[in-house]
């Protein structure tokens, strides 16, 4: 061996010393070095390039007892700087040095599932996976990636994409691989010759928990929360068939054993009994009995238009009949064929059957689809009118009346009879004031506004003086706005028409008989309508989450400022039927009313009402606009559950308490104190059933046994 010889580093102190060995290796002796200092002499070395970031400071200590190869003399660098925190990325022609947590945004090696690169060296994997998820795979491996550094999925293919140390990567593929294994399930497929696949499948499922029944939904997760590894059945109506997907082939041996057991030919006859969950046993035995035989599915009685046929004092349409009850040879229904029969039971809800096994296979399977639980609508309907109204008048006019014992004269400048409404009139006001000073019935006050006016005095027959009016000046400005916010809203369900009356019922005039000989007693017919906000609707909920409904939407209300001549009252009414299509929870609106009205007039003596100035003391004048803004809005909501309907119901409930709360009697020192009425609070709700469909059903006599045997 060649003799040892000192290679002299001017950059660095006498106590960091890199001592040959020979051409190929070297001492390492790099004692509290700073870490420029050090990087330096490690690219002498080496021969590679480093450019240090502003934030890489610190010393380092490398210590070798034994010379190191020059090929080892980068790793060893870079687990000294993973130590202090830091990094190596390399690019090409340059070695960076940065912090560790800015080394994945910056470039550096990427590989894919061949990865042969190791040492602690930043890297970047993309890692498809063949059999597991990607995204589940995560939340495994995160844990071990450093707190730095990170792991995402992308699960359009399936892919993992990770940035680590190469050495860290390197274990986590051993982990992958492991774990990426294809699954050991096995597919059976069982015929069933006498009894049903449906119950059978249900059977197991109460004896086996297991094993869980997928029909029509999709396929349940094979691990459940316990941990037990479930297994999957499938009943195949088509062909009385039992579809078994299981983890392990002696569980599905075992279920084999079981479906043997239970295919058994029935000691009960052809005469079974459905409990229903959802549907009406009588509409569905009209369905079923409509299938067997070819004909036409029995429709309900419909309402026809939503809207009433003709109109009416109230505006409102007459209620819709319900369907009558079925009988038993009618869509309730009966005997089918020989052999063959469907009744229904309404008292408790269920079918019974009478069919050979393979038609009532094909029966069972329509009325578990059919026997579905059906969504409900909550419809909130909003209309909101917005009223503004300006009036104003201003005017004189003039009455001159005088006499002399022989001639009588009356001028007068009535202007102010505005079409019916007379009341502004000066003679009108000049008579009631007349009738009022001489005790005459027909006083009446005078009009709303300012007022001003001239009297003088006429002698009557018993020398009283009887004002009279000489001038009348009426000046008025009214202002009025109004805004009604409405919100009527009904719960139904899918394909079912609700109706909700929120007002008054009003009697109307219809028949009146007066006295007469042959028939003293007097009467009068009276007939009552509903007066107020009218809300049907029939929504029909589609697979997509769609609504389509009809709605017959009405505002009515008793006009008091229209006179009828004695005739009865008169009404006002606003309403929109329509049928549209509107999504699950989307605000729609129905329809509305935009409208500006002005009027104007003018009344004045011709010549002397257009001099200048003065000729407004011959004129009268009126303005009056008038805007209304009317719009109805519509906005369904879907229960599909029970957990949605009690959610809603719960949220209106505390609402209500809220605004009842805010209500308190005021401290009266004369009064008692009456404290105000309060709602209860709502019990906790119930824990939710966990339990698949199947187990909820009534148990068979197997089952009890199973339970029975179990307790003891």
Known sequence: MKPFKKI??????????????????????????????????????????????????????IVSSTPVAKDLVYPVLLSALRMQGLTAVETEGVIKILPEADAKQNWGLTTDRK????????????????????????????????????????????????????????????????IDQPSQSELISISLKYASALEVAQTMSRLMPEVTVAGGAPAPAMVGAEGIRKSVVVPDTR??????RSETSAHAQQIRKMVEMLDKPGAGGNIRVVYLKNADATRLAGTLKAILTGSEIPALPSGGSMAPAAPTPGGISPPIPSAPASSGGGTGGGTVSPGVAIQAEPTTNSLIITAPDNVYNNLRAVIDKLDARRAQVYVEAMIAEVNVG???????????????????????????????????????????????????????????????????GVLGKDSSRIPNLGALATALQNNGAANILSTPNLVTLDNEEAKIVIGQNVPFVTGTQASTGSNPNPFTTVERKDIGITLKVKPQVSEGGAITMQVYQ???????????????????????????????????????????QQEQGKNEVPLLGEIPLLGNLFKYEKRSTKKTNLMVFLRP???????????????????????EGGYSNEKHLFLPDIAPAKLPELPPAKPADTKPAAMKEAPSEGAKLADGASNQ
């Open 239 to 244: 062909g009385n068939t039992l579809l078994i």
């Open 115 to 178: 990865l042969n690169v190791s040492g602690d060296r930043i890297i970047t994997q993309v890692l498809p996976l063949k059999h597991e998820s990607a995204a589940g795979m995560v939340s495994i491996l995160r844990p071990l990636i450093t707190p730095n550094n990170t792991i995402a999925a992308y699960p359009n293919s399936n892919t993992l994409v990770i940035t680590d140390y190469a050495d860290n990567v390197r274990r986590l593929n051993r982990i992958i691989a492991n």
């Open 390 to 456: 300006k009036v104003g008048e201003f005017g004189v006019q003039w009455l001159v009346a005088g006499s002399n014992g022989t001639i009588s004269g009356l001028g007068s400048s009535s202007l102010g009879n505005f079409g019916a409404d007379s009341s502004r009139d000066i003679q009108t006001v000049a008579g009631s004031l007349a009738n009022l000073a001489a005790g005459k019935a027909g006083g009446a006050p005078l009009p709303g506004g300012f007022t001003f006016g001239l009297l003088n």
């Open 637 to 659: 909501i879907i229960l599909r559950d029970s957990q949605s309907a009690q959610t809603l119901s719960n949220d209106r409930y505390q609402s209500l308490r809220q605004v």
């Open 8 to 61: 002299a580093l001017s950059l660095l102190v006498a106590s960091q010393l890199a001592i040959a060995a020979d051409d190929n290796k070297v001492m390492l002796n790099f004692v509290n070095s700073d870490l420029e200092s050090t990087v330096k002499a490690i690219g002498l070395i080496t021969g590679k390039n480093f450019v240090l970031d502003a934030r890489a400071k610190g010393t380092i200590n």
């Open 554 to 596: 009405e505002v009515s209300s008793v006009d008091t400022g229209l006179s009828t001549g004695g005739a009865g009252l008169a009404t006002k009414k606003r309403s929109i039927e329509s049928k549209v299509l509107v999504d699950d929870g989307q605000v729609l609106v129905l329809g509305g009313l935009i409208e500006d």
